[in-house]
C-alpha cells in the first residue's frame, strides 16, 4: 500500500509599509529630494524594523531552531520555504536578519528542505497583461535565493497563490517543473485537492493543490477557545491527516503562525515539535513539493480561466482581496499606467521604488468588506483603517509620478513608429532611436523629420515649445547638412537630451 505523502509548506513575507504621516502632514512634492532618499521619504522604516526584529524574536528564530533539530531527528521529514525578495532584504537589513538568513543557508544544505520561487517584490504583476515585469521579478527571486541561500528552486508559488492557465502557462516557459495553487471548490467541481493536477494547456508542469480546511485548522483556529475542536494537539491533528482521502495532502501555512499569529504559550511550538512524529506513527510520509510531483502522475487537469483567478486569500479565494474595491483597482491601474514611464527612465532607483509600490501588502490594508475576512485584513495592517491605507498610497504614488514626469519629461500620450513602438518620453524617444536599426533607419527618421512628426509629439505631448522648436529648426537643414541616419539620429538626441 503506498504511503500517504504530507507536503508542508511556509510562506515567509514581510512588507516595506508606507509612512502613515505621509499625507496628512503635507510631505507631498518637497523640492530638493534625491531620487536615494526616494525610499525613507516614502517607506516607514522604524515600524518595519519594529515588527521584523518583534516577529524575528517570537517567530523566525525559535521555529527555525524548531524546524533545524526536527530535520536532525527525523529522518523523513521535510518542509519547503516560499521566501519573499523583500524579506530577504530585510534581513540584510535589520537585527537578527543574518542569522535568520544562516539558518535557511543550513537548511538548504540538509537536503530535505526546498525553497520555492515566487515573485521577488511579493507583487501582483503575474496579472499584467504585459508579461515581462513578472518575469524578471522571478527572475530576481531565483537569483536572490541562489546568492543568498545557495538553493536555485525548480518549483513555483505565486504571490498569494493567484493562480489562472495563464500563470501557469508562464510557469512552465520559465522551465518549472511544479506549481501551488489554492484548492478552490469552485474549480474542483467536487473533486479532492489532494492529488496532483495538470493545468490546461501545458504539457510538463503539474500543480499540488493546498488544503486550506486542514492548513487552516492550524493557520486560523489553533489557539480559538471557542472552535469546537480546542485545543489541537499533534496527535488529533495527525489522525485527521490519516482520515483523510487522497494521495497527497499539501499544507501550507505563513510561517509565522508559530509564535506570532498563536503565541507561544497557547502550546503552538509543542504541537509543531510532536508533528513529525505523530504523523510519521500513521506510516505516512513528508515530501517536498518536487517530491510530490515526481511520486505521482497527474489525476486530472485543473481550469482556471483568467477572469476567474484563484488565489489563497480570505472566502472567496480569488482576486477581490486585492483589487475588489474602487480604492484598490485605482492604485492598481495607477501602478500599471506607470510601468512603461519607468522603464523607460533607465533610473534603477526610480524603477526599485516602483517595484515596492507593487508589493501586495498595499493593496491588502485597502480591503473595506468586514466580517472574519475584515478582521484578518486589520489584524495585518499598520493603519487605522482601509481609507487611511488608501489616502496614504495614493499620496504616495502621486508624488512619484510627478517626480518621474519631471525626471523623464514625460508625454501626455505616446510617440508610435512605423513598427508599432511606443516610447513616452523624451529619455524613450532617445533610447528607441539609439536602438533603430541603420538599415532603412535613415529614410524613416527623415520622413519623421520632414512631416514634423517629432516636433508636433514634443511640442503637444510633452509640452516642451523649446525643444520642439529646435528639432522643428533641426528638419529645416536637413538636406543641407546632408546628414546620414546615424548623424541625424544622434542630431535629434543631442537637442532631446540636454534638457
Known amino acids: 500500500?503506498?504511503?500517504?505523502?504530507?507536503?508542508?509548506?511556509?510562506?515567509?513575507?514581510?512588507?516595506?509599509?508606507?509612512?502613515?504621516?505621509?499625507?496628512?502632514?503635507?510631505?507631498?512634492?518637497?523640492?530638493?529630494?534625491?531620487?536615494?532618499?526616494?525610499?525613507?521619504y516614502y517607506f516607514f522604516g522604524d515600524k518595519d524594523r519594529e515588527v521584523f526584529e518583534k516577529v524575528a524574536r517570537k517567530c523566525y528564530r525559535p521555529t527555525n531552531d524548531i524546524i533545524m533539530g526536527l530535520i536532525d531527528e527525523y529522518d523523513d521529514f521535510k518542509v519547503a520555504y516560499s521566501v519573499s525578495g523583500v524579506f530577504v532584504e530585510q534581513c540584510e537589513r535589520y537585527g537578527f536578519g543574518k542569522e535568520i538568513l544562516e539558518d535557511f543557508r543550513r537548511l538548504a544544505s540538509s537536503k530535505k528542505v526546498e525553497f520555492l520561487d515566487q515573485t521577488y517584490y511579493h507583487s501582483l504583476v503575474g496579472l499584467y497583461e504585459e508579461e515581462s515585469e513578472f518575469i524578471e521579478q522571478v527572475r530576481m527571486h531565483r537569483e536572490?535565493?541562489?546568492?543568498?541561500?545557495?538553493?536555485?528552486?525548480?518549483?513555483?508559488?505565486?504571490?498569494?497563490?493567484?493562480?489562472?492557465?495563464?500563470?501557469?502557462?508562464?510557469?512552465?516557459?520559465?522551465?518549472?517543473?511544479?506549481?501551488?495553487?489554492?484548492?478552490?471548490a469552485r474549480v474542483l467541481n467536487g473533486r479532492s485537492p489532494n492529488y496532483v493536477y495538470m493545468p490546461i494547456g501545458c504539457k510538463n508542469?503539474?500543480?499540488?493543490?493546498?488544503?486550506?480546511?486542514?492548513?487552516?485548522?492550524?493557520?486560523?483556529?489553533?489557539?480559538l477557545k471557542s472552535w469546537k475542536e480546542y485545543p489541537l494537539s499533534a496527535s488529533k491533528y495527525a489522525s485527521w491527516l490519516d482520515a483523510t482521502q487522497g494521495q497527497c495532502i499539501n499544507l501550507f501555512l505563513d510561517y509565522e503562525t508559530f509564535g506570532e499569529h498563536h503565541w507561544e504559550d497557547t502550546g503552538i511550538f509543542e504541537f509543531l515539535c510532536d508533528l513529525p512524529s505523530q504523523v510519521l506513527k500513521y506510516e505516512m510520509e513528508f515530501l517536498t513539493p518536487s517530491e510530490m510531483i515526481e511520486k505521482y502522475k497527474p489525476v486530472g487537469v485543473i481550469d482556471v480561466k483568467n477572469?476567474?483567478?484563484?488565489?489563497?486569500?480570505?472566502?472567496?479565494?480569488?482576486?477581490?482581496?486585492?483589487?475588489?474595491?474602487?480604492?484598490?483597482?485605482?492604485?492598481?491601474e495607477y501602478l500599471r499606467w506607470l510601468e512603461p514611464y519607468v522603464k523607460e527612465s533607465k533610473d534603477e532607483e526610480l524603477l526599485k521604488i516602483w517595484r515596492y509600490l507593487c508589493i501586495s501588502d498595499h493593496l491588502y490594508y485597502m480591503f473595506t468588506v468586514g466580517g472574519a475576512s475584515g478582521e484578518v485584513h486589520s489584524y495585518f495592517s499598520h493603519f487605522e483603517k482601509p481609507y487611511d491605507a488608501f489616502v496614504t498610497s495614493f499620496s504616495v504614488i502621486h508624488d512619484f509620478d510627478a517626480r518621474l514626469r519631471r525626471r523623464t519629461k514625460r508625454a501626455?500620450?505616446?510617440?508610435?513608429?512605423?513598427?508599432?513602438?511606443?516610447?513616452?518620453?523624451?529619455?524613450?524617444?532617445?533610447?528607441?532611436?539609439?536602438?533603430?536599426?541603420?538599415?532603412?533607419?535613415?529614410e524613416s527618421t527623415k520622413e519623421y523629420m520632414e512631416r514634423g512628426d517629432f516636433e508636433r509629439w514634443i511640442r503637444e505631448g510633452v509640452r516642451e515649445e523649446k525643444i520642439a522648436k529646435e528639432v522643428g529648426n533641426l528638419s529645416l537643414s536637413i538636406e543641407k547638412q546632408k546628414y546620414d541616419a546615424v548623424e541625424l539620429r544622434e542630431r535629434i538626441c543631442e537637442i532631446v537630451c540636454k534638457y
Open 307 to 332: 477572469l476567474e483567478t484563484t488565489s489563497w486569500a480570505d472566502v472567496e479565494k480569488d482576486t477581490s482581496c486585492f483589487i475588489g474595491n474602487t480604492m484598490q483597482w485605482a492604485y492598481y
Open 205 to 223: 508542469l503539474k500543480v499540488l493543490l493546498r488544503n486550506y480546511p486542514l492548513t487552516d485548522d492550524v493557520g486560523f483556529r489553533f489557539s
Open 144 to 184: 536572490s535565493m541562489r546568492d543568498l541561500v545557495g538553493y536555485e528552486p525548480s518549483f513555483f508559488e505565486n504571490t498569494e497563490l493567484l493562480y489562472n492557465n495563464r500563470i501557469a502557462r508562464l510557469a512552465e516557459e520559465m522551465g518549472y517543473r511544479g506549481m501551488f495553487a489554492e484548492g478552490v
Open 412 to 442: 501626455d500620450y505616446p510617440f508610435v513608429f512605423w513598427n508599432g513602438e511606443k516610447v513616452w518620453s523624451l529619455r524613450g524617444l532617445c533610447e528607441s532611436l539609439k536602438r533603430m536599426p541603420v538599415a532603412g533607419a535613415e
Open 1 to 40: 500500500m503506498t504511503k500517504k505523502s504530507i507536503c508542508l509548506a511556509f510562506e515567509v513575507h514581510q512588507p516595506f509599509r508606507l509612512r502613515k504621516d505621509f499625507f496628512w502632514n503635507k510631505q507631498m512634492f518637497k523640492r530638493g529630494m534625491k531620487v536615494e532618499d526616494l525610499f525613507d
